[in-house]
């Protein structure tokens, strides 16, 4: 028999608090922007070396500001990358959760998919042994069991495909 990785209960206070906190988030970060797909062409391509010249540029201005152009003070300047620096800090703590959150999800997904292809092979069988409940059950549910090659060729039968095997599945062991 397996066993669940993920067991986890939702209560309304814990949905509750977890909306509450990515709505203060949201609240927290209000000067955000969402650039549409021209903006993002018309933006200079960021990657490693573009950011290092801007390291070593923000560092010489710091101690060489007389060369900084005078419609871009240093305190824009300063400010510039101060925000870009925190929003890459920050933007790597989120994904972090946001992998975990997809990982979780994911984990979740498979183990009730497990659990509902079992479910369906004990309705099948009880359907099976003649009790109508079971029968009416699994007409409803082998629809989501149909082979791929009924899929394709709509001549055919649609007959139900016994679910593949899985570790775990087999109830007897």
Same mark, same amino acid.
């Given at each position: ?6 067991s986890?209960e ?18 927290e ?10 903006d993002?062409?018309?933006?200079a391509?960021?990657?490693?070396k573009?950011l290092?010249?801007?390291?070593r540029s923000?560092?010489?201005a ?5 060369f ?16 870009y620096?925190w929003?890459?800090?920050l933007?790597k $703590?989120?994904?972090?959760?946001s992998?975990?959150? $997809?990982?979780?999800a ?7 998919y497990?659990?509902a ?8 069988a009880a ?5 109508e409940?079971a029968?009416?059950?699994t007409?409803d549910l082998a629809?989501?069991?149909?082979t791929r090659?009924n899929r394709?060729n ?10 593949p095997e899985?570790?775990?599945?087999n109830?007897?062991?």
């Amino acid at each position: 028999m397996s066993t669940n990785k993920i067991s986890v209960e939702i209560t309304q206070e814990k949905d509750a608090s977890v909306n509450q906190a990515l709505d203060n988030l949201a609240t927290e970060l209000d000067f955000l922007v969402d650039l549409n797909v021209e903006d993002r062409k018309g933006l200079a391509k960021m990657g490693r070396k573009n950011l290092d010249i801007v390291s070593r540029s923000f560092q010489h201005a710091e101690g060489n500001p007389q060369f900084l152009p005078v419609y871009m003070p240093f305190e824009e300047f300063k400010k510039d990358v101060l925000l870009y620096q925190w929003l890459r800090k920050l933007e790597k $703590k989120l994904d972090q959760v946001s992998d975990k959150l $997809k990982d979780s999800a994911m984990l979740a997904e498979a183990e009730a998919y497990q659990t509902a292809r079992l479910y369906y092979k004990s309705v099948k069988a009880a359907a099976n042994a003649g009790d109508e409940a079971a029968e009416q059950i699994t007409r409803d549910l082998a629809v989501h069991f149909k082979t791929r090659g009924n899929r394709k060729n709509k001549t055919q039968p649609e007959t139900p495909e016994e679910p593949p095997e899985t570790p775990g599945d087999n109830p007897e062991a």
